[in-house]
């Protein structure tokens, strides 16, 4: 069973800054892509951010310029990095191991427990 742990949400002010970890249990070096997808109360999961095992990344249009996705596979670790964050960014970020196909990301099976963000003054 692969898990996937995640870690580093909080609390923080608007314009600040937080980064999210997500470990995996087996290494994730040539194997899967990773996701990271967020879901507030109410709302639909959504694709945030995902990277493929050769550092392509993808991004919805309204994190571009503010988050980073970036992978360190003798870590078998994924992270997102979120800057000038906003009272919408806050939910709860989810960790994802999936594959990439046609240049689009496809979640898999996999999904980590999931972390609170909460952006808020």
Not at 6 to 16: A, D, F, M, N
Request: net charge positive; hydrophobic share 30%; aromatic share 10%.
């Amino acid at each position: 069973q692969v898990q996937l742990v995640e870690s580093g949400g909080g609390l923080v002010q608007p314009g600040g800054s937080l980064r999210l970890s997500c470990t995996a249990s087996v290494s994730i070096f040539s194997i899967s892509a990773m996701g990271w997808y967020r879901q507030a109360p109410g709302k639909e999961r959504e694709l945030v951010a995902a990277i493929t095992n050769d550092d392509r990344s993808k991004y919805v249009d309204s994190v571009k310029g503010r988050f980073t996705i970036s992978r360190d596979n003798a870590k078998n670790t994924v992270y997102l990095q979120m800057n000038s964050l906003k009272p919408e960014d806050t939910a709860v970020y989810y960790c994802n191991m999936g594959r990439y196909d046609s240049g689009s990301y496809r979640s898999g099976g996999y999904w980590g427990q999931g972390t609170q963000v909460t952006v808020s003054s």
